[in-house]
Each structure stands twice: as C-alpha cells, then as structure tokens.
C-alpha cells in the first residue's frame, strides 16, 4: 500500500497539463533506465488529451524511446473504431502519431466494429492483458511486478482524469463497474455520460499500478476531488479508490483544488 496521496497545484489548466508532461517524460526515461521499457496506461477528458498533446510539443520528449513504451487505456467507449468518442483516436492524434512508437505496444481496447457487446470487448481486452503479463513475468524476474502476475503487466503509471460525479475511467458511482472486485475489466452499460457503452479497467487492476497520477482542472471537479482525498467510500466517489502501490498522485489545478484538506496540500512545481 503506498503512503498517504500527495497533492501539487498549479495555477492553471495549461501550466498543469504541462507539469505533468514534464513528469511522465522524467518517469518513462527513469523507468526505461532500470527496465529497459516503460508502461503507461493512458486516460480521456480534457487533460488527459491535453497532457499528450503537452508531450508531443515538450523539446525534450527525444529523450524517451518512444518505441519501448507500452500503451494501455483505463477505459474506452465502446463506439466504432474511427468514432471521435474513441480515447484512442484523440490520444493518436495528440501524441501518438507524432512520435515513433512500436505500434505492436500500442494496445487498443475493441471497438464495436469487432465486438457486438462492450463484454465481449472486455473479455479481449483482459486476455490481452493477461497475455502481455504472461510474456512480461517469463522475462522478468524483479521483485517490481503487480502483485497478480499472469493476470496484468506491470503499470509504471495509471493516468486517471474525474468527472464532475467523481467518476473514473468509467467505473461510475453505485454502478456494478466500481463494485467489481475480481475481473481485470468490465464491460459498462447504460453510462450516465453518454456514449452509454464503454470497456473499463477495474478498480483492483488500476490498483496493481507502481504509482497512479490523479489529473484533474476545473471548478466542477473541486466537490469530487475533496470528497475523494477526505477519504470517501470508493462506491459512491469512485475517484477515492484508486492507489499506486508506490505513489499516489493528485495533480490538480486551483479550481479543482478549492475543497482539498488543508493538510495535504502541496504547492508547486509537478515534480517536487
């Protein structure tokens, strides 16, 4: 279990987004350093998008190969491949279609072009991951891998957006995706943010991560950010639930940061 989350602020949504552009790129060398690859688990929304797009733009993303980063998702909705709700798409467009990545690490949950139900798609998208494990603990015999072996690759980062609802990936309050407590993924159905079909990583995978990046701007997030970091039941304020086995981090603007406990606040650059 990691220690107690930390939170940095930032003044605003575009000094935010590329902070944390910043940090991944100073994590994915440092990890590539000691493994020889890195593994980033990408998310949606405004920042999440933004962030990419951040790293694309930063002179020093040269410094990462680009073609020893595996790319998962925390969530997908389930539309047509080239659907512009697609996660996928919108990250292709920001940032990976602008650096060379390997596209055989580039791990696109289905679509609904391939399955006829976003359960189906689930059921890839865990044996895809199940597979990548397999491969991943065959080679490596370090002591950092997720507590599941054979079931889920090592995450060295999980990047989280929240919704207004305190929603992540898409595991929605009360809803059975955020109940789930022994599949890797699971299909969602009738989403309370449209499109209504969606594949999500569950809360038990998100948590095998090394650290989880909590991403967040925005006045509307500010109830869902405070109410997550005073410790909520994960069921009804889903983002309260995720944890990095070795880092948690909320990395926040002001306007998200309006109800954050005082005492776990921390100003500042995103890689103090």
Request: charged share 20%; net charge negative; proline share 8%.
């Amino acid at each position: 279990m990691s220690a107690d989350p930390r939170v940095s602020i930032h003044p605003d949504s575009s000094v935010l987004m590329a902070a944390i552009a910043a940090r991944l790129i100073t994590k994915l060398v440092d990890v590539q350093d000691k493994h020889g690859e890195a593994t980033v688990v990408l998310t949606g929304g405004t920042v999440g998008i933004g962030t990419l797009k951040a790293v694309a733009d930063s002179a020093a993303a040269p410094a990462v190969n680009w073609s020893k980063v595996n790319f998962w998702w925390g969530d997908e909705r389930f539309v047509g491949s080239t659907d512009s709700d697609r996660n996928t798409l919108q990250a292709h467009e920001a940032l990976l279609s602008q650096i060379p990545v390997d596209q055989e690490r580039v791990h696109q949950p289905g679509s609904s072009d391939d399955f006829d139900s976003p359960e189906e798609a689930a059921a890839d998208y865990a044996r895809r991951l199940a597979e990548a494990a397999a491969a991943e603990h065959a080679a490596d015999m370090s002591d950092d891998r997720p507590e599941n072996p054979g079931t889920l690759p090592r995450f060295d980062v999980v990047l989280l957006g929240v919704g207004p609802d305190a929603h992540v990936a898409s595991l929605f309050p009360e809803q059975a995706g955020i109940r789930e407590k022994e599949l890797t993924v699971v299909g969602v159905r009738n989403s309370p943010k449209p499109p209504p079909e969606r594949i999500s990583l569950t809360l038990p995978a998100i948590n095998t991560a090394s650290e989880v990046w909590m991403v967040v701007a925005g006045e509307d997030k500010a109830g869902a950010v405070g109410l997550a970091l005073a410790g909520a039941n994960p069921v009804q304020v889903p983002a309260a639930g995720p944890t990095g086995r070795s880092r948690t981090l909320w990395l926040i603007d002001e306007n998200a940061a309006a109800r954050v406990p005082e005492q776990l606040v921390r100003k500042g650059p995103a890689g103090s």
